[in-house]
């Protein structure tokens, strides 16, 4: 009996000496230099949009006082089928609207672009440095766009799809989840912070802890090291992050569709395609043979237009016509039969 328990009080000490190494270990020395790798911007080659002559310019105010810049393109057409929200890249603007919309624009769509806080036309934030991460301070300035669409006498009465890029294109994810106005969303090189985190401490981890040793590592483990990767940048940064894997389950799947290149370096096949997962099994992706990130246009443009006029013309059908062509791609078919959950999802705010 005594021998049994001294070797359970070894074992114990063991066990408690092997954990409280690996707090430290990961404490003082893992998590920060993971954090300083999560926070490195990739080195996106963003081209601004140039302004646009005919555009309406438009200001509004964000809910802590902040003027956002932005425009209106369309607004003098009668009778427009719909309203596009644009939301822009992370270090681009708005103007590069037309640049992605032109299918839209060119069917009488209106366009409402706006340059997030911090970056383009809107004023700044002080003591906030956006990166390419979605952080609650971005979904603020859509939750003010929104609201400028609900008091604007054209606008208000206009069924809303959101339209973003990279950075935009989680905005515009992240909005369908949050407001029941939104009829569709078009999400080009779009993310999940937690599945795009998980999928690159997959493919570097070597860079951190033996890769033998990783392998080790269970599941539940990695990924509260990672939560507590993006706590500890939230307090260097005085933000705090958005995960569209918390809210997707108020996304309506048919409503989305994802658009990814196959070489797209940061944003690669199986991101997107975990991403589309994540969505929903309605979820249309489309990725564009050879097209870099946010390039699918630009080498597939006739294809892109195509799409997204297929897509938008989709979305503003009433709810009993027919969902078809879920998920189709360049190089493939990807299986997805339609989405059986509930058109009526939860609204964490109305504008």
């Avoid at 270990?25 to 954090?35: D, E, H, K, Y």
């Avoid at 997959?202 to 033998?212: I, K, Q, T």
Wanted: hydrophobic fraction near 40%.
């Amino acid at each position: 009996m005594e021998t049994t328990l001294v070797a359970f009080v070894v074992i114990l000490a063991a066990v408690l000496t092997i954990a409280l190494a690996d707090v430290l270990l990961l404490q003082r020395v893992l998590i920060p230099r993971i954090c300083d790798h999560f926070e490195r911007p990739p080195a996106f080659n963003v081209v601004p949009g140039v302004p646009l002559p005919d555009a309406l310019p438009i200001t509004f105010k964000a809910a802590d006082g902040l003027s956002l810049h932005g425009s209106l393109i369309n607004s003098e057409l009668p009778d427009p089928p719909g309203l596009v929200l644009f939301l822009p890249e992370h270090r681009g603007n708005h103007w590069t609207a037309h640049r992605y919309c032109q299918a839209l624009i060119d069917q009488g769509y209106v366009i409402l672009a706006f340059d997030f806080r911090n970056q383009g036309e809107s004023e700044a934030l002080a003591g906030y440095s956006p990166s390419h991460w979605m952080t609650e301070y971005e979904m603020q300035d859509v939750a003010a766009a929104m609201e400028f669409i609900g008091s604007h006498h054209l606008l208000s009465t206009l069924p809303i799809i959101t339209f973003g890029v990279s950075r935009g294109g989680v905005a515009a994810l992240l909005a369908a989840c949050r407001y029941h106005r939104i009829r569709g969303v078009i999400a080009d090189s779009a993310f999940g912070t937690i599945t795009t985190l998980r999928f690159f401490a997959d493919r570097f981890a070597g860079l951190y802890v033996p890769e033998r040793l990783f392998r080790f590592f269970p599941e539940w483990h990695i990924s509260v090291t990672l939560r507590r990767v993006m706590a500890l940048s939230e307090r260097r940064r005085n933000c705090h992050y958005v995960h569209l894997e918390d809210e997707v389950h108020h996304l309506e799947s048919r409503s989305v569709l994802l658009i990814s290149g196959t070489a797209d370096s940061y944003i690669s096949t199986e991101v997107a395609r975990r991403l589309q997962q994540l969505a929903g099994s309605g979820t249309q992706l489309w990725i564009a043979r050879g097209a870099r990130h946010n390039s699918a246009r630009l080498l597939h443009t006739e294809e892109y237009d195509r799409r997204v006029r297929s897509h938008a013309a989709r979305c503003l059908q009433s709810d009993s016509t027919p969902v078809t062509e879920l998920t189709v791609e360049v190089e493939d078919k990807v299986d997805a039969s339609p989405d059986s959950r509930s058109p009526h999802r939860p609204v964490a705010r109305t504008a």
